[in-house]
């Protein structure tokens, strides 16, 4: 299914997931860029936490392995005009540059396929949920090079 | 505190091309926080970015990085009905393997695809690397790889050999 501009083109991606409450801006946000930086920001206030920020350079077979996911999710070929509007709990943010698309989806968070059901667009926030929810390659990645494991585990449960 | 008043505008501007198919609130509303332009990531002295971005099909050198515990190697290519046990059995037969891991896909329950192994040292790994990649497993090809590398642009821009970009990770 891969066209071949999937293989060669520009690839870009950044998702980003939080929500502003009692300890200040609580966020995660982490940046694949073209030239293969991974780029990762955590915020909290929490017992007066400050920002954390990493990065570090994927291989091209890493970056390689990213596009086959995105691509074979499709989830290029979905659009977030029937996805819930980010509210107060908090809001999700994925922005991907591949070949010549780019899409930017903004959305709330997702506890469950129980939000995922009740939606105006199902199939389409499936496709959503089920990415990101496996996005842990990057997380899984960042870990391992930086030993953020406990807080990433924590931020993703937590949402 | 940290908050909306200290994000930096990104220097880099989404890519405006005409043949570009855009979709998504971020694009449509443009408003603060919706696109990549307000990445909060962007720290204060994002300056030189993207210098060494157009020319990376010319010379790029990755020098494997090491993470905190050992030197991971990705495969990819991993069939999906493949078990933890077989690639530890492949892999371990090259060296000492302190992690493994083989992502499930949690809509369909089966490998993603990828496996990311953990090994102690760099020799080893690299042994690993140059046994293991384009060989078949499951009848489908493999590939091994480095999965991190330092700055492949380090020493080719000066302002990087200023400053030090890596000082968070050690």
Redesign the interface.
């Known amino acids: 299914m891969a066209a071949t501009e999937e293989d060669n083109g520009?690839f870009?991606l950044?998702y980003?997931v939080g929500h502003r409450g009692k300890f200040?801006?609580e966020?995660l946000?982490?940046?694949f860029?073209?030239?293969?930086?991974l780029?990762?920001?955590n915020?909290s206030?929490y017992k007066n936490d400050?920002?954390i920020?990493?990065?570090?350079?994927?291989?091209?077979?890493?970056q390689?392995?990213c596009r086959?996911?995105i691509s074979e999710s499709e989830i290029m070929k979905?659009?977030?005009n029937n996805w819930p509007e980010p509210n107060r709990v908090g809001r999700q943010?994925l922005?991907i540059?591949m070949g010549?698309?780019?899409?930017?989806?903004?959305t709330s968070k997702i506890g469950s396929l129980v939000d995922v059901h009740s939606s105006q667009d199902p199939e389409g926030l499936r496709i959503f949920y089920?990415l990101v929810?496996?996005s842990?390659?990057v997380l899984?990645?960042n870990a391992?090079?930086?030993?953020l494991q406990v807080i990433l585990v924590n931020m993703l449960i937590c949402g | 505190m940290v908050d909306e008043d200290n994000d930096v505008v990104m220097t880099e501007q989404p890519r405006e091309r005409g043949r570009e198919r855009r979709k998504g609130r971020g694009l449509r509303l443009g408003g603060r926080g919706e696109s990549r332009q307000q990445a909060l990531l962007n720290d204060e002295e994002e300056e030189e970015e993207e210098e060494g971005g157009n020319d990376r099909n010319v010379l790029q050198l990755f020098t494997p990085l090491r993470s905190v515990e050992g030197w991971i190697v990705l495969v990819s290519g991993v069939h999906e009905e493949a078990q933890e046990d077989d690639i530890l059995t492949l892999f371990g037969a090259h060296g000492h393997i302190n992690n493994l891991h083989l992502n499930l896909d949690r809509r369909t329950g089966f490998f993603k695809g990828y496996a990311l192994i953990e090994y102690e040292n760099f020799v080893e790994a690299q042994a690993a690397i140059s046994g293991m990649n384009g060989t078949k497993l499951f009848f489908r090809t493999i590939s091994v790889d480095w999965a991190f590398s330092t700055d492949p642009f380090k020493g080719r821009r000066s302002s990087s050999l200023a400053k030090p970009r890596h000082k968070a990770i050690s």
């Open positions: 520009e870009y950044r980003y200040g801006h966020f946000e982490f940046e860029r073209p030239d293969g930086k780029r990762y920001a915020n206030n400050t920002m920020r990493k990065e570090v350079f994927l291989t091209p077979s890493v390689k392995e086959r996911i979905e659009d977030d943010e922005e540059v010549n698309e780019h899409i930017s989806f903004t089920y929810q496996n842990d390659i899984l990645l391992l090079v930086l030993e």
